[in-house]
T-cell receptor
Framework: GQQLNQSPQSMFIQEGEDVSMNCTSS?????WLWYKQDPGEGPVLLIA?????ELTSNGRLTAQFGITRKDSFLNISASIPSDVGIYFC???????????FGTGTRLLVSP | NAGVTQTPKFQVLKTGQSMTLQCAQD?????MYWYRQDPGMGLRLIYY???????DKGEVPNGYNVSRLNKREFSLRLESAAPSQTSVYFC?????????FGQGTRLTVV
């Protein structure tokens, strides 16, 4: 089945640093979604991407839909302590019946 | 606007006990999902329902049953709980290509 691999698995950074993470697949996705999960909470949608090459921002977050449709990238600029959490990429399967989730990138930010 | 509501939030079961996790959404979404999340791991799909009246297995359906009672409600049942089912369970609903999650149910089986 379709699988999404995220890297890095975890990151420990200093407040104020920029962060980059990516998500790759062996198959094409027509939609890419980025979620954030705060400790003890359910995932919350950050950014949705619908077109190859699309670059979308949400505050300090910027995500890109890769040209090959097999990858996506999320950047966080000037990180702050509340950016701590797990970031997941996701995409609907070929039949749009269910969402496939990536393995997650755990972000820790030191004040 | 409640979104996706899960009950209970916490539960402790003894091995062999049964229970039902409830999920309701008020966004008129067609699709609903149940995921489990184990420590340090991602979300694994247990069952999903693409529309009222239909259910399908996900990656890890063994030991679970589901019921799509109506468009709003999608319940997950553990008939005979096992320690391996200790996890955090998330319900989600979707209008199409996105998903909105509940707060989760933290289940411990002892």
């Amino acid at each position: 089945g379709q699988q999404l691999n995220q890297s890095p698995q975890s990151m420990f950074i200093q407040e104020g640093e920029d962060v980059s993470m990516n998500c790759t697949s062996s198959s094409i996705f027509n939609t890419w979604l980025w979620y954030k999960q705060d400790p003890g909470e359910g995932p919350v949608l950050l950014i949705a991407l619908y077109k190859a090459g699309e670059l979308t921002s949400n505050g300090r977050l910027t995500a890109q839909f890769g040209i090959t449709r097999k990858d996506s990238f999320l950047n966080i600029s000037a990180s702050i302590p509340s950016d701590v959490g797990i970031y997941f990429c996701a995409g609907p399967n070929t039949g749009f019946q269910k969402l496939v989730f990536g393995t997650g990138t755990r972000l820790l930010v030191s004040p | 606007n409640a979104g996706v509501t899960q009950t209970p939030k916490f539960q402790v079961l003894k091995t062999g006990q049964s229970m039902t996790l409830q999920c309701a959404q008020d966004m008129n979404h067609n699709s609903m999902y149940w995921y489990r999340q184990d420590p340090g791991m991602g979300l694994r799909l247990i069952y999903y329902s693409a529309s009222e009246g239909t259910t399908d297995k996900g990656e890890v359906p063994n030991g679970y049953n589901v019921s799509r009672l109506n468009k709003r409600e999608f319940s997950l049942r553990l008939e005979s709980a096992a320690p391996s089912q200790t996890s955090v369970y998330f319900c989600a609903s979707s209008p199409g290509s996105q998903a909105f999650f509940g707060q989760g149910t933290r289940l411990t089986v002892v």
